[in-house]
């Protein structure tokens, strides 16, 4: 089962986004901002995918996607960044900050558990091709 944290400050809104996704089959977690996100992130070690607002007050969705890509253990859980402030220079931002995709809101509900979806299943393989090469070069080293 994937374990999906929700990061919005719109409380209707992650209500939804939880609904939703839980009746795909996902657990989900959430939080009602940045703060709160972080504490989780640092509490949490199953974290599968992250659906992320970007505006939010105190820590927005920009520090947070950062402070995941610097994290050592969730710096490669993929990230869905969600906004309504959809412009150009914000989409560059999150591709340069390292989103792994990005809905503008309102978006469509399928639209959302499909993009998660999508993106745990590139993660899953991912770290596949990662662990294998591990072993070959583990294989390759013992035998030399």
């Known amino acids: 089962m994937t374990h999906v944290l929700v990061c919005d400050d719109a409380a209707d809104l992650r209500l939804l986004m939880q609904i939703t996704l839980e009746s ?3 657990r989900v977690t959430t939080a009602d901002g940045g703060i709160a996100a972080l504490q989780l992130l640092g509490e949490l070690d199953d974290i599968d995918v992250i659906v992320l607002d970007v505006q939010m ?5 920009w520090h947070v996607l950062e402070a ?3 994290h ?3 710096q490669h859980v993929p990230v869905l960044m969600c906004t309504v402030k959809f412009s150009h220079e914000d989409l560059v931002h999150a591709w340069t900050l390292g989103c ?19 993106l745990h299943a590139s993660d899953l393989q991912t770290r596949v091709a990662r662990r294998h090469d591990e072993l070959k070069a583990l ?3 013992q035998h030399s």
Do not use: E, I, M
Request: zero cysteines; hydrophobic letters at 35%; glycine letters at 8%.
């Open 24 to 26: 795909s089959g996902h």
């Open 72 to 74: 050592p253990f969730h």
């Open 68 to 70: 995941v890509r610097n």
């Open 100 to 118: 792994d995709g990005y809905l503008n809101k309102p978006f469509d509900l399928d639209a959302l558990t499909n993009t998660v979806q999508a």
């Open 57 to 61: 007050p105190a820590v927005d969705g």
């Open 139 to 141: 294989a390759s080293s």
